[in-house]
């Protein structure tokens, strides 16, 4: 079943500094009815301006995967920890009991565009964890790159919960299969494909369930990512 989610029906935010696109009820926008995808809380398109971003705030019993689409990210915690990251590098932290950290775009003239997911993790006051991984352009061109996993996955960036995230940027077709009780959300970031004959352009999303696997068909050069995870219901 593909259940396809323009980006125009989506909640949108604009304070300003930050225009964002909520793909799930998050801030001022409140959907009953759109709470989340699985295990999947958020996923948040966020285009910060130039020396803005996020002050110091807390989080707990949440994974948060930061994916750097465009400019750069500087990150500080309550742990320690302080980085700058760049287009197609991912930031990851397992809040646990508590953790608190700020976004910042420093860059003096380029915008920032940022997905943040938030993955709801298998039980609450789980360790905290961080880190984050540089990934090049060509681990993700016409294949499959494995940014995230569970524990006992494959990917530099493990998180607690049963997830795999993969990105791709291609301009050929792929096919992924989607293993037997699993169920899939999907993004186009940039382009235009055909994702299993329904196009999607970029901003838009989709919701796969009751597939064995998702064919990306590229319209034009396109920059995808999706989110593999327990399915809700069994087909």
Same mark, same amino acid.
């Given at each position: 079943?593909?259940?396809?989610?323009?980006?125009?029906?989506?909640?949108?935010?604009?304070?300003?500094?930050?225009?964002?696109?909520?793909?799930?009820?998050?801030?001022?926008?409140?959907?009953?009815?759109?709470?989340?995808?699985?295990?999947?809380?958020?996923?948040?398109?966020?285009?910060?301006?130039?020396?803005?971003?996020?002050?110091?705030?807390?989080?707990?019993?949440?994974?948060?995967?930061?994916?750097?689409?465009?400019?750069?990210?500087?990150?500080?915690?309550?742990?320690? *920890?302080?980085? &700058? =990251?760049?287009? #197609?590098?991912?930031?990851?932290?397992?809040?646990? $009991?508590? +953790?608190?950290? %700020?976004?910042?775009?420093?860059?003096?003239?380029?915008?920032?565009?940022?997905?943040?997911?938030?993955?709801?993790?298998?039980?609450?006051?789980?360790?905290?964890?961080?880190?984050?991984?540089?990934?090049?352009?060509?681990?993700?061109?016409?294949?499959?790159?494995?940014?995230?996993?569970?524990?006992?996955?494959?990917?530099?960036?493990?998180?607690?919960?049963?997830?795999?995230?993969?990105?791709?940027?291609?301009?050929?077709?792929?096919?992924?299969?989607?293993?037997?009780?699993?169920?899939?959300?999907?993004?186009?970031?940039?382009?235009?494909?055909?994702? *299993?004959?329904? &196009? =999607?352009?970029? #901003?838009?999303?989709?919701?796969?369930?009751?597939? $064995?696997? +998702?064919?990306? %068909?590229?319209?034009?050069?396109?920059?995808?990512?999706?989110?593999?995870?327990?399915?809700?219901?069994?087909?």
């Amino acid at each position: 079943m593909l259940k396809k989610l323009p980006k125009e029906n989506m909640g949108t935010s604009d304070l300003g500094w930050l225009q964002s696109r909520f793909h799930f009820s998050f801030a001022e926008y409140r959907n009953p009815k759109n709470i989340n995808f699985g295990c999947l809380r958020v996923l948040n398109d966020d285009l910060i301006h130039p020396e803005t971003g996020f002050g110091t705030h807390p989080h707990s019993n949440m994974e948060i995967i930061s994916y750097i689409v465009d400019g750069e990210i500087t990150h500080k915690d309550s742990m320690g *920890n302080s980085e &700058t =990251l760049r287009r #197609g590098e991912v930031q990851y932290l397992s809040a646990g $009991d508590g +953790i608190y950290h %700020s976004e910042k775009n420093l860059h003096k003239s380029k915008d920032l565009r940022l997905l943040q997911m938030w993955i709801i993790p298998p039980k609450a006051g789980l360790p905290r964890l961080y880190g984050s991984h540089k990934y090049e352009e060509a681990q993700r061109y016409n294949k499959f790159l494995n940014i995230v996993s569970s524990q006992d996955g494959n990917s530099p960036i493990k998180i607690y919960q049963d997830v795999n995230i993969y990105v791709s940027e291609l301009d050929k077709e792929l096919e992924f299969e989607i293993k037997k009780d699993r169920q899939v959300y999907f993004m186009q970031i940039e382009g235009c494909a055909n994702i *299993n004959g329904v &196009t =999607l352009d970029f #901003g838009d999303a989709m919701e796969i369930t009751c597939e $064995d696997k +998702i064919t990306i %068909s590229p319209v034009t050069k396109s920059h995808v990512l999706f989110i593999d995870m327990p399915a809700d219901l069994t087909c």
